[in-house]
Each structure stands twice: as structure tokens, then as C-alpha cells.
């Protein structure tokens, strides 16, 4: 053998290792970040392996297709299986590697932007919310005490039977039904039995036909309805007041995403922009220090919010008849979620594959010519 051809062999050999290492550092990145693994450089040394394994697999390959007198179909078809197995990862975790080095960015920003407008717009509906169901409550509670309150004047005053009897009672029994079986809602524990009329204490009232009586007893018992009223009054602006700490996390919150997240984290990553870095600001800032600060109903409402349906009907949604509006940076780290999405049309329009998967197949297009070059 001389020296032109030994060199030759030596610089395609280096020239795979070059362009196989480089499709290994890929893989490696891309696995460990799919199972969040901390050693890259070790899964990086078992996929090179694997490289070589995969390049000794296909020239094996085009040894028994070029060996015209004792081709060995075992041998054959062993090697295109391996090579097929190991270049299938290789090629997906690359295309996987590709996306997120170049949409990264993109991707942990356009979701960081989801989560602020949907942060923004719930802190006023929160506030406005509150405000509206408390006058809300108050004004049901006014009027329905009210109604009672006119039908028992309307039974006192009564021409047929004026007087403090028995029906005009039942009304303010009735008011003490309301008041105890509308309690729940707020956490009322007072116990508004035989708070306005007492049927021991007050038995003497019972029957009184005079009318300078009958205007006393009015006057004693909207007394006693009025402190009723009050008292409830003042539980439903408590139990309001107490859902305004869950409007004024949102707006921690708010202030959390403006602050720290857009003035700081966000320039970082975009001078540095490696898929670790994404990695990282997705898995605390996004994950841990956003999404789980808000509650399971808002968690569900963002998270179809990053959808839309391919259909006209937006409940296709739930049947899985959807692409994603905003891509969830979370399955951006998973080759598996990854490929899933791009070979079920759940890709956003605006995310390209073709260009990365052309690019990982010109990669190892490359690393396996120069393999065969050199056998």
C-alpha cells in the first residue's frame, strides 16, 4: 500500500470521525436532555461508539453487494438492520438537536408571552370578578331580604287579619331560613335560628291586634333584620376580601414575568442561545417559578390557549384535532414529544422542519461516504 493511499485512508478516516463525533454530540445533547441526564460526555462517548458500530454495519453492507462469488445474506441483512437501527436514532436525535439550537429561542419566548398576556389580562378580570360577584351577592341578599320584609309589613297592615299573627311570624321565620341556608357559600357559621323572633322570648308578642303595637312590633323586628342583614353584609365582604390575595398573586406574578424574566433572563438567553440554556430557563423560570404558581384551573385554561383546532370547531380541541398556537418549550426537550407533534400536524405553522432534517441527512450523508471511502 503506498503512501498516497495510506494518507487517504487517514484523512477519510478523520474526516468521519470529525463529521460522526459532531453527529454524536448531537445525539448526546439531545438524549440527555430527552431523559435529563447530567454526564453528557458519557452518553457522547456510547453514542460515538455506536457511530462506528452503525459505519461498520454499512460497509459491511456494501462488502456482501460488491462480493459477487460468496455473498453472505446474513450478513447483509444483519448489517443494514444495524445500520438502519443506530443511523434512525442518530438521524432523529440530530433533526431533534437542530430545532432546538435554531427555534429554541423562539419557542421559550413566544410561550414566556402566552403566559404574560394571559397573567396581564386575568389580574383585571380577577379584580373586576371580585368586585362584581361581592355587589352581586350583596344586591341578591338585600333584595331577597327586602321581599320578605314587605310581605311580613304587608301581613301586619293587613285589613283581613291586622295584627302580629302567625303568618306575619312565618315571614321572619322565613328570613331566618334564607340567612342559614344561603350561609354556606361564605362560611356563615352563625346560627340565625330564632334570631329575629324567638319563639320562647317573644311569645308574648304573638296575637297583638293594637295599632300603637302592631307599629312597635314592626319597628322592633326590621330592628332585628337590619342587624341581620348587616351582620351578613359584612360576612360576604369578608369572604370576598379574603379572594383578594389570589388576585394579588397574579399580580406578583405579572410583576415577576415584566421584571425579572423580560429584563434580565430574556437578554441572557438571547446572547448566549445554547439549547442548555434554553433548557434551564424552561425548566425553573417557566415551569417551576410561572406554571406552578398558577392554580389547576388556570394551568388548564393556558395550556389550551397554546392550541387551536384544525377545524372550525374550537371542541375538536379536546378530541385531539388540534395544532399548537404556541409550542410547550417542555416537549421541545423530548425527541419522542418532538416527533410525535411533527408527524401528527401538531407542529405551529410557522415551525420548520424541512430545513433541519435536510441538514442532519447532508451530516451523516457525509460521515458515511467518508466511512466506505476509507474501508
Not at 458519557?42 to 457511530?51: P, Y
Not at 450478513?75 to 438537536?97: A, E, P, R
Not at 390575595?245 to 433572563?265: C, G, H, T
Not at 438571547?270 to 406552578?292: A, E, G, M, R, W
Amino acid at each position: 500500500m503506498n503512501k498516497t493511499k495510506v494518507f487517504s485512508k487517514i484523512a477519510y478516516w478523520a474526516g468521519y470521525c470529525l463529521f460522526a463525533g459532531y453527529s454524536a454530540y448531537m445525539t448526546a445533547k439531545s438524549v440527555a436532555m430527552s431523559f435529563d441526564l447530567k454526564n453528557v460526555w458519557i452518553v457522547f462517548v456510547f453514542v460515538f461508539v455506536v457511530a462506528l458500530i452503525a459505519g461498520y454495519c454499512l460497509s459491511m453492507v456494501v462488502s456482501e453487494l460488491g462480493n459477487r462469488y460468496n455473498p453472505s445474506r446474513t450478513k447483509f441483512v444483519l448489517g443494514l438492520l444495524g445500520f438502519l437501527l443506530f443511523w434512525g436514532v442518530s438521524f432523529m436525535t440530530n433533526v431533534h438537536y437542530m430545532l432546538m439550537s435554531n427555534e429554541g429561542l423562539k419557542v421559550v419566548s413566544a410561550e414566556l408571552g402566552t403566559y404574560k398576556s394571559f397573567v396581564e389580562r386575568s389580574v383585571t378580570d380577577k379584580k373586576e370578578d371580585i368586585a362584581d360577584k361581592e355587589a352581586a351577592d350583596l344586591a341578591l341578599c338585600e333584595a331577597s331580604i327586602q321581599n320578605y320584609v314587605d310581605e311580613f309589613k304587608r301581613e301586619c297592615e293587613s285589613s283581613i287579619r291586622y295584627g302580629f299573627g302567625d303568618r306575619a311570624i312565618a315571614y321572619l321565620k322565613d328570613i331566618e331560613d334564607y340567612l342559614s341556608n344561603s350561609g354556606g357559600k361564605f362560611s356563615d357559621q352563625y346560627n340565625y335560628k330564632q334570631s329575629i323572633f324567638d319563639d320562647e322570648k317573644d311569645r308574648g308578642d304573638r296575637g297583638k291586634r293594637g295599632a300603637h303595637e302592631v307599629k312597635a312590633l314592626q319597628e322592633k323586628y326590621s330592628i332585628r333584620i337590619t342587624e341581620k342583614l348587616l351582620r351578613r353584609e359584612n360576612v360576604i365582604r369578608q369572604y370576598y376580601k379574603r379572594m383578594v390575595p389570589q388576585a394579588r398573586e397574579m399580580e406578583l406574578l405579572k410583576e415577576f414575568i415584566n421584571d425579572s424574566l423580560y429584563v434580565v433572563d430574556i437578554p441572557q438567553i438571547t446572547d448566549i442561545s445554547t439549547p442548555d440554556v434554553y433548557y434551564q430557563f424552561q425548566k425553573v423560570q417557566l415551569t417551576n417559578n410561572v406554571f406552578h404558581r398558577l392554580d389547576a384551573d388556570d394551568q388548564i385554561a393556558v395550556q389550551r390557549l397554546m392550541k387551536e383546532s384544525k377545524t372550525a370547531n374550537d371542541a375538536d380541541i379536546d378530541k385531539d384535532k388540534f395544532r399548537y398556537r404556541t409550542y410547550p418549550s417542555a416537549r421541545m426537550f423530548s425527541t419522542f414529544n418532538v416527533w410525535d407533534d411533527m408527524l401528527h400536524g401538531r407542529m405551529p405553522k410557522d415551525m420548520r422542519m424541512l430545513g433541519w432534517i435536510l441538514f442532519s441527512l447532508i451530516i451523516d450523508i457525509v460521515a458515511y461516504v467518508l466511512r466506505l471511502l476509507a474501508r
